[in-house]
T-cell receptor
Framework: EAGVAQSPRYKIIEKRQSVAFWCNPI?????LYWYQQILGQGPKLLIQ????????DSQLPKDRFSAERLKGVDSTLKIQPAKLEDSAVYLC????????????FGNGTRLTVT | KQEVTQIPAALSVPEGENLVLNCSFT??????LQWFRQDPGKGLTSLLL?????REQTSGRLNASLDKSSGRSTLYIAASQPGDSATYLC??????????FGAGTRLFVKA
């Protein structure tokens, strides 16, 4: 089974620029998550989709972050404009969405904002 | 709001030692709890998932226990190897598939 695919692997941008990350979950997985992991910390949930609907985006900084999951498959996360504190690894994860099963993570996108 | 604490934050042990990683969480109303491993520059790999009705799960040299009422879980690693060096994260699911992570324990196993 192919894993969760994310791109790009690395991105360096200047503050106030915009950036977008892409995620393709495991085929058939209804639930998709975006996490932000700052160095030395555990991942923090940004947004959770069930199919193409948002389940939880309470911790998404909506003034600068946006995410969509068109057609209930792949997803993009955008930051506009970026701030220095957005430097982190952005992880995408997916699961079947039936409860009680493990999350499957991609390798993440490491973002550096200078 | 669920808060997850992992102790110790870092651990260095000689090869062959048995070790225990601790996880505590504030909201005991969880559906399940997962232990993950994260290698540098990589994503997370699920090691064990314990349902709320279970007391423990085993996979090879790994054993995870869950005491939901006291808000605690432990990950036991037997006969540690250098390849076990990684960060181990604990993550309870508080419902709605909302998985909250601790900061992790960084493990280094010396050959």
């Amino acid at each position: 089974e192919a894993g969760v695919a994310q791109s790009p692997r690395y991105k360096i941008i200047e503050k106030r620029q915009s950036v977008a990350f892409w995620c393709n979950p495991i085929s058939g997985h209804a639930t998709l998550y975006w996490y932000q992991q700052i160095l030395g910390q555990g991942p923090k949930l940004l947004i959770q989709f069930q199919n193409n609907g948002v389940v939880d985006d309470s911790q998404l900084p909506k003034d600068r972050f946006s995410a969509e999951r068109l057609k209930g498959v792949d997803s993009t996360l955008k930051i506009q404009p970026a701030k220095l504190e957005d430097s982190a690894v952005y992880l995408c994860a997916s699961s079947h969405g039936q409860g009680g099963e493990p999350l499957h993570f991609g390798n993440g996108t490491r973002l550096t904002v200078t | 709001k669920q808060e997850v604490t992992q102790i110790p934050a870092a651990l260095s042990v000689p090869e062959g030692e048995n070790l225990v990683l601790n996880c505590s969480f504030t909201d005991s109303a969880i559906y399940n709890l997962q232990w993950f491993r994260q290698d540098p520059g990589k994503g997370l790999t699920s090691l064990l998932l314990i349902q709320s009705s279970q007391r423990e799960q085993t996979s090879g040299r790994l054993n995870a226990s869950l005491d939901k009422s006291s808000g605690r879980s432990t990950l036991y690693i037997a006969a540690s190897q250098p390849g076990d060096s990684a960060t181990y994260l604990c993550a309870p699911d508080t419902g709605g598939f909302k998985t909250i992570f601790g900061a992790g324990t960084r493990l280094f196993v010396k050959a």
